[in-house]
């Protein structure tokens, strides 16, 4: 082989793409086989409430996503689309409302929330039972215990993704790029309850390229388009891309792209997921897949 062969092989794309929309599918045609079984027994379909405050483009779209495929799986929706003026207190009085409401197994507050609405009051004031999120602080205690809890979906997507590739994930080094209480402190939990050794880098700290590439298994999650190159990432590891930027190009077009370079990742990664259609649609599938539990719970109490 010539030199110039040797180095167009090395630039070609080696690692596999996974293919989290395909595996999203699969999971939620198993929610459904699981949903239909629980609406012969319990004489009514799972319930999911979702609650939308004000008009954000991106936060309209994911509410529309996870409702038409909650019909497709057989879970009732029960749809909330308040104006952004709403007040905390009215939110919180829907909430009461639907924690005693026996057709609702699963609550969903939309997030980001208006600015005269306190995160934290709302997320406290759902149901631990209803909280298909896992926000609220008694699902995050009883993940960090290793209890059963209903799990945040990101992460568990993301773990689900893992364990499919790799089987048991005991011992091997993981790297969470994030610290969210959304995705990087649960997602570090998980990994830490599946055995990994686990380290949660962020943005103080020193030489973060060196800490991702020592990882087996990279998850990222920063909200900072492309910022994970070849430089970051272990000849082999799996990388998973939690990302999801919108980049406005020429004519007013865009287009959506994730923390990873894929590219760049491709060609020195195991493998990688694409964004869009990696982690996104095992979120939906899992916020499925966490209503479907809570109303086997709720039955079974
Ligand atoms: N906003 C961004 N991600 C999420 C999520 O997983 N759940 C909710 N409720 N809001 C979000």
Redesign the pocket.
Known sequence: MTDQATKIDQDVTTAERIDGKAFAAALRADVAEGAARFQAQAGRQPGLAVVLVGDDPA?QV?VKTKMRQAAEAGIASFPHLLPGSTSQAHLLQLIDALNSDDQVDGI?????LPAQIEETAVIEAIDPAKDV?G?HPVNVGRLSTGQPALV???PLGCLLLLQDRLGDLSGKKAVVVGRSN?VGKPMGQLLLNASCTVTTVHSRTQDLAAECRSADILVVAVGRPEMIDASYIKPGAIVLDVGINRIEMAEGKSRLTGDVDFAAASSVAGAVTPVPGGIGPM?VACLLRNTLSAAQARVAE
């Open positions: 936060s994911y969903l507050v939309q997030l980001p999120d926000f945040p979906c990101t959304i979120t």
